[in-house]
């Protein structure tokens, strides 16, 4: 973007952030793991959008993906097992100037943190929030996660997992004040890269699940859908609008239009095949810190009256008589 | 001035004006059914005799249901109001007045022993005539017994009166019972009125008007039909006060440190102080956010404070129990963060609206591996006002938790203190967002406090990612053995330095005797008025009270250890030693006497129990007298 197009005319800022501006400690993610594809994506956008580091915040939970803030060189909050959004939403709360991401695992997001899930949606805070979904446990040592397949053997269901899995997409479209709602899967790094972008320029809460391998533990979970005929690409002209490539390699399209919820709630609910894209999209939906816009500047009067406002309604006047208790 | 309770039955004397007995403190309760505003009714008789002058102390009783039984025992919701003469710091031994809205809220307090055997009571009579029989027969048989015992009764056509004004007795008696009140103990009814005015200012005049015409029927009913009247002169106020309880405190100094997001999920008896910061917050730039639960709220005032300003999270022991790992994570991270517990009844979900202090213990060793943090307890009212303000500067300037326990005692307790005198160093100064020196890191431990300044998102330079695993000065993950131990050495120096702060609470009494009582937070007023009463009596007896329960000040051993007895006095569970299955191997301790025989090694003892009420001053005069043998 900046700094590209050397003939342009426009000022250029004097500080051009390149992509190491944007790294920080060498990931620690096993070979192939891909946490590693998201990284780079992020990484790529903060470049492109040049989003001042100092500005912009990652916060995460625990498990695997969560360590994804300190291998950037952006400011980040590895936080607590769960609790990745109410940390992003008191973040963005104190401080709308600032850029928010949020990385959450399926445990982290679908089973500890399930109640900040609904709730995050329901604020619709301006922040972009990234399930990295590798239907796993994978920190702790492979066990089941809420988004496992049903009959996944794991280190707690030897013979097969017992329940059917969580959708995280349908989920999310079922609350109310949803206003975002995209899906990729890491192994397309230029259709991820696009939606992390749209989700970054939404207002409101942008979630996204990735779907995310983890070569370690489960190395073939994901063995049908990365065939890219179970990928139904879609498309709308507001929504997606692919490279030639894309379409070429992802011959399954729908031309799906972002504003239509019943279209995207049978979408998520598909098995068989992985709906790529945005499927929903409002921009009109009340953002939680818009309307709890917080005047910014309190000057000592004003303190000072409002708390004299209040002392007032609860005043004793001087009164004469005994020795006096003040 | 001592001339308490001399009062004949029939106390007109011979030119028809009423006596009017002049004594030093009454403690007057009014008692109805939940929802017949016997609360608002001793609230407004508080604030009538506080601004006449008065020491005042009003605490609410509580019921634990929102809508229990009508005209049952345990169901009595009202006041407790405590006026004297001098200043008033608890809320008093038994009652000498109450006036009851039905016999079974009377029976209960009568019961539970919070009258005083002589008390005068006024009591609603319609239920002597009531249509259903049962009422009829329960009323006659209490009143019948009630007559056999010293207590004096009054039966008072209270409904009767009132429909002379409204339709709806039931909206509206406890206006005409505060008329009452105002013409037994001899209050100017312009006083009254003011306050009624000022109690429905919002509702307007249509509201305003019949209240004022209710309670100058009371006034004119009991001028008319009672034969008695008392005065407690003005003990004088030299500078203007406010009256108001524990938790509009806490929430006005929140708004006076200059914090301004308060994370909370409600939860009694807490949530009233953010729903009066609810109100006001706006105002002053600040959002009070419900959170979906206590962990997001705790979450949530983290990420603010991360962010930022120090923000506060509001709530009571369950709560705390739930925000438990986050505040491990504020201490491991060192973000400072306020956090309110107005302590119930536990464990479990306990006893919802009572007193009690059992969260110390919790509060010091909730989290889990060590997670140093400081506690504080508020004693007074006026001290709920100041304990945020202080709160928000520890929690900034050694970056670690701070946490202020205050109980229901407080929190519903009302009493008058000097008006605070804003100022403007109270509140946190805009938050730095300058570019980072080079070689500055996120923790730059101080070799010798532990502390380091806080690099705050927005500041150029100082990019680093927060971290609650072990981490290094860089805030890098700690792989190394001696990273760990280093970070836990600097995060407790923070807890030393600050305790080099600590000024040593004064000992009130001499400073070594026989006794010496050790209390902490509410019930200060209260052991001091003991210890008082028995030094007077020449009893060898002394009381400290402890503000900073962690880290605490220095100086306190050597206080103990100048008495031939220590006990504190607590309102949380112990074993008793009278109990004969308990002994030295097996005894627990109520809370702060724990603490004080791990930390001094002094043969502390300790006094306590969890009946959900306010210590009654007479029984720690009690355990003096017992102890003193
Ligand atoms: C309160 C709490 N419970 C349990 C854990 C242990 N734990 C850490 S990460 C994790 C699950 C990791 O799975 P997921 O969220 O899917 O992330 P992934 O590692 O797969 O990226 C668990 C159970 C913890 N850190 N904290
Ligand atoms: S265990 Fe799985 S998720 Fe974790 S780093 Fe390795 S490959 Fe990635
Ligand atoms: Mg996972």
């Known amino acids: ?326 | 001035m001592d001339k308490v309770d001399t009062l004949a039955k029939n106390a007109p004397d011979q030119t028809g004006e009423k006596k009017k007995v002049i004594i030093k403190e009454h403690i007057i309760e009014i008692v109805s059914d939940a929802g017949e505003g016997a609360q608002k009714a001793g609230q407004s008789f508080g604030g009538i005799s506080a601004k006449a002058g008065n020491g005042i102390w009003t605490v609410e009783i509580i019921p634990a249901e929102i809508q229990p039984p009508p005209r049952s025992k345990a169901g009595g919701s009202g006041n407790r109001i405590r006026v004297g003469s001098f200043y008033i710091t608890n809320a008093g031994d038994e009652a000498d007045l109450v006036v009851a809205f039905n016999e079974q809220s009377l029976l209960g307090r009568f019961e539970s022993g919070n009258l005083k055997p002589d008390a005068i009571v006024l009591l609603e009579d319609k239920w002597r005539n009531h249509a259903d029989p049962d009422i009829k027969k329960m009323y006659r048989d209490a009143i019948d017994d009630l007559k056999k015992t010293p207590l004096r009764i009054y039966e008072v056509p209270m409904e009767k009166e009132c429909l002379k004004i409204v339709q709806n007795a039931q909206r509206g008696k406890n206006m005409w019972a505060l008329g009452m009140l105002c013409s037994v103990y001899s209050r100017d009814l312009e006083s009254a009125r003011n306050e009624i005015r000022l109690t429905f200012a919002k509702k307007g005049e249509k509201v305003i008007k019949p209240n004022i015409d209710l309670l100058e029927s009371g006034f004119q009913w009991a001028e008319e039909n009672l034969d008695f009247k008392f005065e407690i002169p003005s003990a004088g106020i030299t500078k203007p006060q406010i009256v108001i309880n524990g938790n509009t405190a806490i929430a006005l100094g929140v708004v006076a440190s200059g914090m301004d997001v308060c994370a909370m999920y409600p939860i009694t008896p807490a949530t009233s102080a953010s729903h009066f910061l609810s109100e006001i917050f706006e105002n002053v730039g600040g959002v009070v956010h419900q959170a979906e639960d206590e962990i997001a709220a705790a979450a949530f005032a983290v990420g603010a404070s991360y962010a930022g300003k120090c923000a506060v999270t509001i709530t009571s022991g369950p709560g705390l129990a739930l925000k438990t790992e986050v505040l491990g994570l504020a201490s491991m991270a060192e973000i400072p963060l306020v956090l309110v517990d107005v302590q119930r009844g536990g464990p479990s979900t306990g006893l919802p609206t009572k007193v009690e202090q059992g969260d110390l213990l919790m509060s010091l060793f909730h989290t889990h591996g060590d997670a140093p943090k400081i506690v504080m307890a508020p004693a007074t009212i006026e001290d709920c006002f100041y304990a945020p303000v202080t709160a928000r500067k520890i929690a900034e300037t050694f970056r670690m938790p701070v946490y202020i326990l205050s109980d229901a005692n407080l929190a519903t307790g009302q009493q008058p203190f000097a008006k605070p005198e804003f100022k403007e160093e109270w509140v946190a100064p805009p938050f730095d967002q300058s570019p980072v020196p080079d070689g500055k890191q996120p923790y730059d431990w101080d070799e010798e406090t532990g502390l380091s300044t806080r690099i705050i998102p927005g500041q150029p330079g100082g990019m680093h990612t927060v971290t609650g695993l072990a981490h290094s000065r860089q805030s890098k993950v700690a792989y190394e053995p001696w990273t760990n131990q280093e970070g836990m050495e600097n995060r407790s120096k923070k807890l030393a330095a600050f305790q080099k702060t600590l000024q040593t609470p004064k000992v009130n009494g001499d400073d070594k005797g026989d006794i010496l009582i050790v209390g902490w937070g509410s019930t200060k007023g209260v052991i001091e008025e003991a210890v008082n009463i028995a030094r007077d009596q020449g009893y060898s007896v002394s009381s400290l009270h402890i503000k900073y329960l962690q880290p605490m000040a220095s100086g306190i051993k050597e206080i103990m250890q100048r008495f031939k007895k220590v006990i504190t006095v607590e309102i949380n569970y112990s074993d008793s030693y009278k109990d004969k299955i308990f002994d030295e191997n097996n005894r627990r301790y109520a809370n702060l006497a724990l603490l004080l025989r791990a930390r001094y090694l002094v043969d502390v003892d300790c006094w306590s129990n969890v009946y959900g009420q306010p210590i009654k001053p007479h029984s720690i005069l009690d355990l003096i007298k017992e102890r003193s043998e």
């Open chain 1, 1 to 326: 973007m900046f700094g590209i197009n050397q003939n342009c005319e426009i000022a250029l800022p004097d500080t051009y952030y390149t992509l190491e501006d944007y790294q920080s400690n060498i990931p620690r993610w096993c070979p192939g793991c891909g946490d590693n594809s998201i990284l780079t994506a992020v990484q790529r956008l903060c470049r492109d959008e040049q989003l001042a580091p100092e500005k912009t915040v990652f916060v995460s939970g625990i498990g695997c993906s969560s360590r994804l803030p300190h291998y950037m060189g952006t400011y980040g909050f590895h936080g607590l097992h769960g609790r990745a959004l109410p940390i992003a939403e008191g973040v963005k709360i104190r401080r709308p100037d600032l850029n928010v991401f949020v990385n959450m695992g399926d445990g982290d997001c679908c089973s500890i943190g399930t109640a900040h899930w609904i709730h995050a949606v329901r604020y619709n805070m301006n922040m972009t929030v990234m399930l990295h979904d590798n239907e796993i446990y994978g920190l702790t040592k492979m066990q089941a996660s809420p988004t496992s397949p049903q009959g996944l053997v794991t280190n707690t269901t030897p013979k097969g997992s017992y329940l059917k899995p969580i959708k995280p997409l349908s989920v999310t479209l079922g609350i109310s004040n949803v206003s975002f709602v995209a899906q990729v899967a890491e192994w397309m790094p230029e259709l991820m890269f696009e939606i992390i972008k749209k989700a970054y320029y939404h207002k409101g809460f942008s979630f996204i699940r990735i779907v995310q391998r983890c070569p370690h533990f489960t190395p073939h979970v994901f063995d049908d859908l990365m065939n890219p005929d179970s990928a139904l690409l879609l498309q709308h002209e507001d929504g997606l609008s692919s490279s030639e490539t894309m379409l070429k390699t992802y011959k399954e399209q729908e031309i799906h239009d972002p504003s239509n919820i019943d279209r995207a709630r049978e979408l998520a609910d598909i098995d068989d095949v992985l709906p790529v894209g945005i499927l929903y999209r409002n921009e009109n939906i009340e953002v939680y810190d818009e309307t709890r816009r917080r005047q910014r500047f309190v000057t000592h009067k004003m303190r000072k009256d409002a708390l004299e406002t209040q002392f007032d309604k609860f005043l004793i006047e001087p009164v004469s008589g005994g020795n006096g208790h003040a």
